[in-house]
């Protein structure tokens, strides 16, 4: 409930706050009293009252400025966004909601208890952000390292005080000074509280916010800064043959470290448990394969295109002599601790380090859907060398059809299975599977002698 009130505090708000206090039916989770523009040993007077009834003051204006109502009543917090099942967003209004007084503004708040208007865009959002004492920046992306949030840019250059839940890389995006952050919902009702009750502190917050925005995010410098980001994570829309895989890889790792060869939305964990599951629907087709044709002698296995390591490791455990090559150095350098197997950097289209038929296995996982159609022959030349002959090869690659030849930003290239079987005569389609909505194929086999002879 909110109490506007001006040059007021004697009995009578004394005597309604008391009232609010004994109320057992409709009784308000929070009292605000604003004082707009009263005089000082006013607001002393309502600090007092507001103390002993449980209340929270809000003093607001000065006594130089005409009486305000609207203004005063102006006390709540504001989100501007839509009300979906994803992250924590909901979570955190709805918790906001039983301690202040939250007004959002988009679609799927139905049921939440919330105060919910329709979108607003343009000025109409600017007047929200201005006018709002707190508004609220929830991603639906918080875990995404340096996420980039329009809504949390235009709030602050609209002249909002923000409350916005912690994401990887906040700090490079606003300091402290300009924005609050939280980590969970109990989190930010605390420092709504805080806020709410310190206006010096919400108007330096406005004041850094709009200066670093105006200074730092205008639509020239995020699209300049994305641009550089992006060129790390992806080719740009044009063949990939236009970029050197090195850099591609390379700059995946810098940003994600080993789980560049996943999938870009994946994090840590699911990173860990796509890689389990993995592991366990390929390893049977190799591991009883460890012997060279039933002999004491251990197989050698080449894990071609091995990123950091993460099948490698795995493979010298069930017994493997097992060699890794790569084209990124950064991802060699994060499987450096791997025991008892040989890493290799190797250039994209050049030779492998390695005799003619120095391997009795190839491991190949989601590699070769990576390279480009002019380094794609020799590439393949060079693993049938290095194989022997009669050599087993386990291969695992992108064979969805519904997006073209290549993925729009060329980092893929959908080859069909005739392709596969084509390029490794002996190979069996083994199993389909999907990520991510795309289809998968698994190859497994023996390469036939002739193959390998004419290679």
């Known amino acids: 409930m909110i109490i506007p009130v001006r040059d007021r505090g004697g009995q009578r708000l004394g005597n309604a706050l ?7 039916v409709s009784r308000p989770a929070q009292v605000f009293v604003v004082s707009h523009g009263s005089r000082p040993e006013i607001d002393r007077k309502l600090a007092a009252l507001c103390a002993e009834a449980g209340a929270t003051l809000i003093a607001v204006g000065d006594p130089g400025q005409p009486w305000n109502k609207p203004l005063a009543l102006n006390t709540g917090i504001r989100f501007l966004g839509n009300g979906g099942a994803r992250g924590n967003r909901r979570a955190v209004l709805e918790t906001l909601g039983r301690h202040f007084d939250v007004h959002v503004f988009g679609a799927g708040w139905n049921g939440s208890g919330l105060q ?4 607003t865009w343009g000025e109409e959002a600017a007047v929200v952000n201005r006018r709002a004492r707190i508004v ?18 235009n709030s602050c250059s609209a002249g909002a005080c923000v409350l916005v839940e912690a994401y990887p890389g906040l700090v490079d995006h606003y300091s402290a000074e300009a924005v609050a952050c939280f980590d969970d919902p109990e989190a930010c009702v605390a420092v709504a509280r805080r806020l709410l009750a310190d206006e010096g502190e919400r108007a330096r917050m406005r004041d850094a916010a709009g200066d670093h925005t105006w200074r730092h995010h205008t639509w020239a410098d995020r699209v300049s800064r994305l641009l550089e980001a992006v060129r790390g994570l992806y080719p740009a829309r044009v063949p990939i043959a236009s970029w050197g895989l090195v850099d591609l890889w390379d700059g995946r790792a810098e940003r994600m470290g080993a789980r560049a060869v996943g999938h870009i939305r994946w994090d840590e964990e699911r990173f860990e448990r796509e890689t389990q599951v993995m592991w ?6 190799v591991l009883d394969r460890i012997r060279v044709g039933g002999s004491a002698e251990v197989a050698a296995l080449l894990d071609f295109g091995c990123g950091a390591g993460r099948f490698a490791g795995r493979l010298r455990e069930r017994g493997f002599r097992v060699a890794a090559v790569d084209v990124s150095s950064r991802l060699l350098r994060l499987a450096s601790d791997l025991q008892g197997i040989t890493l290799t950097q190797i250039l994209p289209s050049g030779p492998l380090p390695f005799a003619d038929g120095t391997f009795d296995l190839l491991w190949v996982c989601q590699v070769l859907q990576h390279v480009p159609e002019r380094l794609l022959s020799p590439v393949i030349d060079e693993l049938h060398r290095v194989l022997r002959p009669g050599g087993f090869v386990l291969l695992c690659e992108n064979t969805h059809q519904a997006k073209g030849r290549q993925s729009k930003l060329g980092h893929v290239v959908f080859r069909t299975l005739e392709e596969y079987v084509g390029h490794f005569p002996g190979l069996a389609e083994i199993e389909q599977f999907a990520i991510e909505g795309e289809r998968h194929t698994v190859f497994a086999g ?3 002698r002739a193959a390998c002879a004419t290679k």
Do not use: D, G
């Open 116 to 119: 919910a208007h329709p979108a």
């Open 280 to 285: 366990e629907r390929l390893a049977p087709y």
């Open 446 to 448: 023996r390469v036939s």
């Open 136 to 153: 609220i920046s929830v991603s639906n992306s918080a875990v995404t390292p340096h996420y980039t949030s329009n809504r949390l840019f």
């Open 18 to 24: 008391h009232s609010l206090a004994w109320q057992r």
